[in-house]
């Protein structure tokens, strides 16, 4: 099986398969990495090559502290390459802010909430989090900004609010857990709606 069928089998939030959501990228010819050949005498175990270069920079599985800057960039791209959005003209602002404040904008009350992207105003990251430095906290920071390449694109557009909001979700949970897998983490996510769409009109 190949690391998308491997990738995909594997991505489960709660009872929903998300098979078709994220499907990753079969890429050209041009954004694939040269393929590397055996030094005579080597062995079979020469011709391995790292594929998760193919999907985004080898630095963002990595602890080295990245420039905020860098880091929007190279995400935008990881998600480019891991699904069908393409890269926008310009990053979201980034607010740094009390845990407090995401719980307000998000919740309304105390709860586990990390980060939130707002249409219009950009994405607002829990002070505590150092996407420069952690990977974990860099898949957050993934996971809202394929929220503002959602937005940007219009997709849903036409669904219905809480259909819209459960189907972007789902996509960015699956997109954020193969981003940790790719970047070799062991921390997976995992998403769960509290209640369905039946009754929204």
């Known amino acids: 099986m190949n690391l998308s ?14 098979l078709a959501l994220a499907p990753l990228p079969v890429l050209s010819a041009a954004a694939q990495p040269a393929e590397e050949k055996p030094a005579a005498g080597t062995g079979m175990y020469s011709t391995y090559v790292d594929k998760r270069s193919s999907y985004f920079s080898d630095e963002l599985g990595k602890t080295a502290p990245i420039a905020m800057e860098d880091l929007l960039a190279e995400l935008l791209i990881a998600i480019d390459r891991l699904s069908k959005y393409k890269v926008p ?16 904008l998000t919740c309304g009350a105390e709860c586990a909430a990390l980060a939130v992207y707002r249409a219009g105003e ?8 150092q996407p420069e430095t952690n990977i974990f906290a860099r898949s957050v920071l993934l996971h809202e ?6 937005d940007a694109s219009n997709e849903l557009a ?3 609010p809480c259909e819209r909001w459960y189907r972007r979700e789902q996509e960015a ?18 998403y769960s709606a509290g209640s369905t769409c039946e009754q929204d009109g």
């Open 145 to 150: 900004l394929v929220h503002y390449v959602q």
């Open 122 to 129: 950009g994405i607002y990251l829990d002070e505590a989090l």
């Open 89 to 104: 003209d310009e990053a979201p602002p980034i607010h740094r802010v009390p845990h407090e404040t995401i719980e307000q």
């Open 5 to 18: 069928g491997q990738i995909l089998r594997s991505i489960r939030f709660g009872s929903l398969v998300l």
């Open 158 to 160: 036409e669904a219905r």
């Open 173 to 190: 949970y699956a997109l954020q857990k193969v981003f940790l897998m790719l970047a070799g983490s062991q921390i997976r996510v995992a």
